[in-house]
């Protein structure tokens, strides 16, 4: 699948939040206002 993916160009919508904004995030999971996967960006780390 993930070949299939690849060769035809289908890539999945995120959203990339920081470190610092997954209390933001984990409530808008509770809430259900997630439109995109979150992806946390984990260069905010450090």
């Known amino acids: 699948m993930l070949d299939y993916c690849a ?3 289908i890539l999945s919508d995120v959203e990339v ?15 259900s206002d997630v439109k995109y996967r979150f992806v946390i960006d984990m260069k ?3």
């Open 44 to 46: 905010t780390l450090g």
């Open 7 to 9: 060769d035809n160009g």
């Open 17 to 31: 939040v920081s470190v610092h904004q997954l209390e933001q995030a984990y409530a808008r999971v509770l809430k």
